[in-house]
T-cell receptor, first 114, second 115 residues
Framework: SAVISQKPSRDICQRGTSLTIQCQVDSQVTMMFWYRQQPGQSLTLIATANQGSEATYESGFVIDKFPISRPNLTFSTLTVSNMSPEDSSIYLC???????????FGAGTRLSVL | AQSVTQLDSHVSVSEGTPVLLRCNYSSSYSPSLFWYVQHPNKGLQLLLKYTSAATLVKGINGFEAEFKKSETSFHLTKPSAHMSDAAEYFCVVSDRRSSASKIIFGSGTRLSIRP
């Protein structure tokens, strides 16, 4: 398995600002993902973080709003840009190891936008 | 295309009684199926997974699930509920053919345990 650390664990932000969430994995993984969980909802995939190249975004999510970096095999960041109250959600990072069809999740970042 | 349907948004049982959380899936190919649990203010924890071996899968904390291809179901059960089982449970499907495939989450079932 993989242990995934996310920070910050929670934050309260002002409208119009940006927040960068960090995700660190304790071992080298092939794939990393970012999800959003809106209040009372299930998880929705935002994008797949590709190492050394641009992330692959799902329908409804764009790079300008959710820029993602993945400089190496164990680290990724997600930025929520120009935030509005509608961005208040839990953002979760997950990682998948080579040859294993299992995703392991971080504890999530609880974001509230005022 | 793949999809997963959790038939109950909320299940409430008494402590010590059996738990049944229902999940049906749709997949064009042989699926991998998972159950994750999310306790309040916590991340997601993998409970169990089905990939292609035994159809009855045992997970952590006394949970198990049975893959029934004829019914396209993967229901989660536990013989005796404990107060600590109160959480949100997600059924998840992915395409077993590819380790690079995305996973699809069900809408979740909130399990409440009555004393």
């Amino acid at each position: 398995s993989a242990v995934i650390s996310q920070k910050p664990s929670r934050d309260i932000c002002q409208r119009g600002t940006s927040l960068t969430i960090q995700c660190q994995v304790d071992s080298q993984v092939t794939m990393m993902f970012w999800y959003r969980q809106q209040p009372g909802q299930s998880l929705t995939l935002i994008a797949t973080a590709n190492q050394g190249s641009e992330a692959t975004y799902e329908s409804g999510f764009v790079i300008d709003k959710f820029p993602i970096s993945r400089p190496n095999l164990t680290f990724s960041t997600l930025t929520v840009s120009n935030m509005s109250p509608e961005d208040s959600s839990i953002y979760l990072c997950s990682a998948q190891m080579a040859g294993l069809n299992i995703q392991y999740f971080g504890a999530g970042t609880r974001l509230s936008v005022l | 295309a793949q999809s997963v349907t959790q038939l109950d948004s909320h299940v409430s049982v008494s402590e010590g009684t059996p738990v049944l959380l229902r999940c049906n899936y749709s997949s064009s190919y042989s699926p991998s199926l998972f159950w994750y649990v999310q306790h309040p203010n916590k991340g997601l924890q993998l409970l169990l997974k089905y990939t292609s071996a035994a159809t009855l899968v045992k997970g952590i904390n006394g949970f198990e699930a049975e893959f029934k291809k004829s019914e396209t179901s993967f229901h989660l059960t536990k013989p005796s509920a404990h107060m600590s089982d109160a959480a949100e449970y997600f059924c998840v499907v992915s395409d077993r053919r590819s380790s690079a495939s995305k996973i699809i989450f069900g809408s979740g079932t909130r399990l409440s345990i009555r004393p």
